[in-house]
C-alpha cells in the first residue's frame, strides 16, 4: 500500500512540471488536492501501522487473563489476604479517626483482631482492643487487596458492661393494664375485621 501511495506521489509531481501555462490555473488545483489525498493516506497508514502496534499482545493479555480467572486460590492465599485487608482497613480508620493512631494501633497484629462475616456479604464485623467496627468491601476480601468501601466505628465505653449486665437482668413482669372486659393474654392479636 505504501509504495501504491509513493508512486502516487511521484505521478502528480511529474504531472505538476509538465503542464503547459495554458492549463496551469486548473491543473494546480487538481494537483493540489492530489497531493493532499497522497499526503492525508501516507500518513494515515503510517498511523495506523504506528496503533496496531506489535502481534501478539493481545493474545498474552488475553491469555494472562484467563489463567487468572481460572487458577485455583488455595486457602492460605485467602486467610493471608484476608488478615491484610483487615490490618490495613484497621490502621486506615485509625489514622483517619485519631492524631495519635500510632499507639492505638502499636499491638495490631492479625491475632489481635476478632472477626466475624455476614452470611452472603462482603460485609466483616471486627473486635479490636476495645473498638468495633464494621467494614463493608466491595469485592472478596479474602481474593483482592482493597481497603473496605464503607465503615462504621465505635468505641466500648467503661460503664457500658455494668449497664448491659442491669438491662439483661431479668426484671419481674408488669400488671397489664387493660380493661377487665378484654382479655389479652388468650393468645394474639387478630387484624381489624375479623370474625372470631
Not at 497531493?35 to 498474552?60: K, Q
Amino acid at each position: 500500500m505504501n509504495q501504491f501511495l509513493s508512486t502516487l506521489l511521484r505521478a502528480c509531481i511529474r504531472r505538476c512540471f509538465s503542464i503547459s501555462k495554458s492549463q496551469a490555473p486548473r491543473a494546480s488545483n487538481v494537483l493540489f488536492s492530489q497531493a493532499l489525498i497522497a499526503f492525508l493516506l501516507t500518513s494515515s497508514l503510517y498511523s495506523a501501522d504506528r496503533i496496531t502496534g506489535t502481534d501478539g499482545v493481545i493474545n498474552d493479555f488475553a491469555k494472562t487473563e484467563e489463567y487468572i480467572k481460572n487458577r485455583k486460590i488455595s486457602k492460605e492465599y485467602r486467610k493471608k489476604t484476608l488478615e491484610k485487608n483487615l490490618t490495613n482497613a484497621i490502621r486506615y480508620t485509625m489514622h483517619k479517626k485519631f492524631p495519635d493512631y500510632q499507639t492505638r494501633i502499636k499491638d495490631l497484629k492479625p491475632d489481635a483482631i476478632k472477626f466475624e462475616q455476614e452470611k452472603g456479604t462482603f460485609n466483616y464485623f471486627l473486635s479490636y482492643k476495645d473498638y468495633y467496627i464494621f467494614y463493608n468491601f466491595a469485592v472478596d476480601p479474602e481474593v483482592y487487596l482493597q481497603l473496605p468501601v464503607d465503615e462504621k466505628m465505635y468505641i466500648k465505653l467503661a460503664d457500658q458492661d455494668k449497664e448491659t449486665a442491669e438491662s439483661s437482668s431479668p426484671a419481674t413482669p408488669a400488671k397489664s393494664s387493660a380493661p377487665a372486659g378484654n382479655d389479652s393474654s388468650k393468645g394474639p392479636n387478630k387484624p381489624i375485621g375479623t370474625n372470631p
